[in-house]
């Protein structure tokens, strides 16, 4: 059994700063890419950002500059430090990995953790 569990989500002013992270626990062999994903209600699940085992990095457009991933391998753990928040990144936040383990390869989900910009 993987899980994998957030936190560091919470309410922040605009212009703030808040750090997610996300731990994956269970037997696992390799973990390949992991990111993270947000979604309003009612709307589709978007891509945030994204990093491979080797360290490589991609970002939506709207939190390039603003937001960033990294991962520490050895911890299977994944980091989303955002500043200069704004009231548009109000969503939940999903995180994601690719998970090599025994039964084979499959995605994964966290449960996701609320991030609320406001004043």
């Known amino acids: 059994q993987v899980q994998l569990v957030e936190s560091g989500g919470g309410l922040v002013q605009p212009g703030g700063s808040l750090r997610l992270s996300c731990a994956a626990s269970g037997t696992i062999f390799i973990i390949y890419a992991m990111a993270w994903y947000r979604q309003a209600p009612g709307k589709q699940r978007e891509l945030v950002a994204r990093i491979t085992r080797g360290g490589s990095t991609n970002y939506a457009d709207s939190v390039k500059g603003r937001f960033t991933i990294s991962r520490d391998n050895a911890k299977n753990t994944v980091y989303l430090q955002m500043n200069s928040l704004k009231p548009e990144d109000t969503d939940v936040y999903y995180c994601?990995?690719?998970?090599?383990?025994?039964?084979?390869?499959?995605?994964?989900w966290g449960q996701g953790t609320q991030v609320t910009v406001s004043s």
């Open positions: 994601y990995a690719d998970i090599l383990r025994v039964g084979g390869r499959q995605d994964y």
